[in-house]
């Protein structure tokens, strides 16, 4: 079912508010200001069921000049406009001002309305529409229907009523399938219920209890209400004008602007690509750092433009350049948006989102350049592909990369699928995702980093794996970084001991010298048996040179020492008749004491404890109370 939102434009006192009571009977303006000044000021909203039995919402938008920013927050999502011309006045600044914002935003359908048509006579009346097929010449509404209306009287708007049902037949149906995407366009309170938001649906769909966050602040909401039409729903979808009541926020931590949607779903930005166009008819040019407003979604943000290939944009002209925003907003591959000078006030023109959390780029990259110019031809391998590079660091699944390219998560997955045979990238088995460049940036890093320890420390097996992780890969979780490690080593970059690792081929090199300390640590560990000597009093009684105090450790890698606190070793084959006459006793008893092992071992508490509570540590045996039996 299609669900559409229509939109007026015009100039102000064309009779915009008025035509719309006519088409549905409700009165839009609803500030005490608006009724008394008998201009529209903030945005009104209405619906009206269409012949067909489909209900449309409607958006009110002021004609003032002043009132621009409203304007452009109220044709944000609109499907079809009505753009309203009154037949005693003609065109007029407001009306190309809005005619430009419509198709910068890129409003594919839309009827023009001649109100106040019973003012005039015919040839005024023909006039007009004449001015006016040439005002629109080379829009999207070059070949749009005229209707000519008296909204007080009434006529023509049946008529109206036809083109509009036979235009909302051609509108595409919206994607639900996406996360939900709420442009705020008004906030307030309710005694009773709370916080109130509304706005123009634009993807997915929303339901009660559902758990939502606004963006960019990141604040978690739940939808207590909804409202379409006036009416209580369970449920919203795409392309409707909704009312929410939400809970867990407070009014004064909400503005117009903000987005609401699903978790995690969008990021936060203060820099955006784009593919940015100035209109034909504007007095004024774009000079590389301009300061401009920027119009997306119901937001309105200064910004700074860096033109990447040009010092300055003329009129008609379009380049490619990045916005750096003055505060947070989010948005997506794809949107579109309008840019205003920053001061006198007006539309200069606008664009396409490419990349919606950018990062700075230096002017003149024929790179960049190359790679926005893909990115605007709309090939969507690519543009996953630039996705999936810039957020390999986070480990990116399906879902967040169809939310960051606008794209669906089947298109996505295709591409995926392709990406993985032509072994572009990498996939998890928890459905993350790297690029194949990611991989290849950090063997690098990897490669250096283990030589470079190598090198300084030539006596130690390798790197523990938490010291790699915390270096390389912070952002991993659970099973991930085992699985990036075991890529590394079949791509026979490292190998892995235990804890530790190492660059493939790496082995521990004893002089002469260190061969001789080694044979006689073994022989003090080996000869002293279950009553080993402390560490600390056999490095003192070997004189180690600093260099030589690694042995220790070399030996502990090599499983010829085993540690089982922080000064006592046993030697292995020590270790292993303990650990085998610990086995035999509990196979034969199924418990032991502190006690009646040390009986066995014919040692002291002393070595016993620390023993017993490494064999805890590696789960070979269980402690209960005073006993201990087989973990297994």
């Not at 452009?72 to 006045?89: F, K, R």
């Not at 595409?172 to 309170?189: A, G």
Request: charged share 30%.
């Amino acid at each position: 079912m299609r669900n559409i939102i229509i939109g007026t434009a015009g100039h102000i006192d064309h009779g915009k508010t008025t035509l719309i009571k006519a088409l549905t009977g409700i009165e839009t303006d609803r500030l005490k200001e608006e009724k008394k000044r008998g201009i529209t000021i903030e945005l009104g909203f209405a619906f009206f069921k269409l012949p067909n039995g489909k209900k449309a919402g409607i958006v009110d938008v002021p004609g003032h000049e002043r009132f621009i920013k409203n304007m452009l927050a109220g044709v944000s999502g609109i499907d079809l406009v009505l753009l309203v011309v009154a037949a005693d006045e003609g065109v007029m600044p407001q009306t190309q001002e809005h005619l430009d914002i419509l198709s910068i935003l890129d409003v594919k359908k839309g009827i023009v309305v001649l109100t106040k048509s019973d003012l005039v006579d015919e040839e005024w009346l023909m006039l007009v529409k004449e001015d006016l097929a040439h005002k629109v010449k080379g829009t999207f509404l070059e070949k749009a229907p005229v209707v000519c209306v008296s909204s007080l009287e009434g006529t023509g708007i049946n008529e109206l009523k036809e083109y509009i049902t036979k235009l909302t037949e051609e509108v595409p149906e919206k994607n639900i399938s996406q996360p939900l995407r709420l442009p705020i366009d008004r906030v307030f309170t309710l005694s009773g219920f709370g916080t109130i938001v509304t706005g123009t649906l634009i993807e997915g769909t929303v339901k009660e209890k559902e758990s939502l966050m606004i963006y960019p602040k990141g604040l978690e909401v739940k939808v207590r209400n909804i409202q379409v039409h006036g009416n209580s729903v369970d449920k919203a979808y795409a392309g409707q004008r909704v009312a929410l009541n939400l809970t867990g926020i407070k009014k004064e931590d909400i503005s117009r602007g903000d987005i609401l949607a699903a978790e995690n779903s969008m990021k936060g930005t203060m820099i955006i690509d784009v593919k940015l166009n100035l209109l034909k008819n504007s007095s004024r040019k774009i000079e590389h750092w301009s300061r401009l407003r920027f119009y997306h979604g119901t937001k309105e943000i200064l910004c700074r433009v860096v033109l990447l290939d040009r010092d300055e944009l003329n009129p008609g002209e379009s380049c490619y350049a990045q916005l750096r925003l003055e505060e947070e907003t989010a948005c997506k591959y794809g949107d579109r948006f309008v840019v205003r000078f920053y001061s006198p006030l007006e539309t200069i023109g606008g664009g396409v989102i490419l990349d919606p959390n950018a990062v700075k780029h230096k002017r003149s990259n024929e790179d960049i350049i190359n790679e926005l110019k893909v990115k605007s031809e709309g090939n969507n391998d690519i543009i996953i592909e630039s996705a999936l590079k810039k957020f390999s660091n986070e480990f990116p699944d399906i879902r967040f990369i169809s939310v960051q390219t606008g794209l669906s998560e089947k298109i996505v997955k295709e591409s995926f699928i392709a990406f993985i045979q032509q072994k572009l990238a990498v996939e998890f088995s928890n459905g993350r995702f790297v690029h194949r460049d990611f991989i290849e940036k950090y063997e690098e890093q990897i490669i250096s980093f283990l030589s470079k320890f190598h090198k300084k420390y030539p006596l130690k097996q390798g790197v523990s794996k938490e010291e790699i992780k915390s270096r390389f890969f912070k952002n991993t979780r659970g099973k991930l970084f085992d699985e990036i490690i075991e890529i590394y080593k079949k791509n026979g970059i490292v190998n892995v001991f235990g804890d530790k690792v190492a660059l493939k081929g790496f082995e521990i090199q004893l002089s002469s010298k260190q061969t001789a300390i080694k044979d006689r640590i073994t022989k003090i560990y080996r000869d002293n048996g279950f009553k080993p000597p402390m560490l600390k009093d056999v490095l003192k009684s070997m004189d180690l040179d600093e260099k030589d105090k690694d042995i220790i450790d070399v030996m502990i890698d090599m499983n010829i020492l085993i540690k089982v606190s922080e000064d006592i070793l046993f030697h292995i084959d020590v270790y292993s008749k303990a650990k085998e006459a610990l086995k035999k006793h509990l196979v034969e008893n199924k418990e032991i004491t502190l006690a009646q092992f040390r009986d066995i071992l014919n040692t002291s508490r002393k070595y016993v404890v620390p023993l017993l509570e490494h064999f805890d540590a590696i789960k070979f045996t269980k402690r209960i109370d005073d006993k201990r039996v087989l973990y297994n």
